[in-house]
């Protein structure tokens, strides 16, 4: 079991940059894969981004795609989602998971992004 702690968020204009942290705990966080999700004020949370064990694999929701970027640093056992271009639309609480998400999964405090207009 790997346990995610999310953090760097705050409050930035439209247009800036974020880059936000998971950090895991354990021995094993490099065999899993990481996700990336949000949710804002009364909407689902939804998914965002996701990198395999390696690093070699991600994917992006449509949403966020050219302007948000995912990586890892293994040696560090931390996940990293790189915001660009942000807009008031991706104000929302991100989290981190491993990934593919379970019904198990336990989800974190969460970091809190604020994109002002």
């Known amino acids: 079991q790997v346990d995610l702690v999310e953090s760097g968020g705050g409050l930035v204009q439209a247009g800036g940059s974020l880059r936000l942290s998971c950090a895991g705990s354990?021995?094993?966080?490099?065999?899993?894969?990481v996700a990336w999700f949000r949710q804002a004020p009364g909407a689902e949370r939804e998914f965002v981004a996701r990198i395999n064990w390696s690093g070699g694999r991600t994917s992006y929701a449509d949403s966020v795609k050219g302007r948000f970027s995912i990586s890892r640093d293994n040696a560090k056992n931390t996940v990293y989602l790189q915001m660009n271009s942000l807009k008031p639309e991706d104000t929302a609480v991100y989290y981190c998971a491993t990934d593919p998400i379970t019904i198990a999964t336990e989800w974190g405090q969460g970091t809190q992004v604020t994109v002002s207009s």
């Open positions: 354990g021995r094993t966080f490099s065999n899993y894969g």
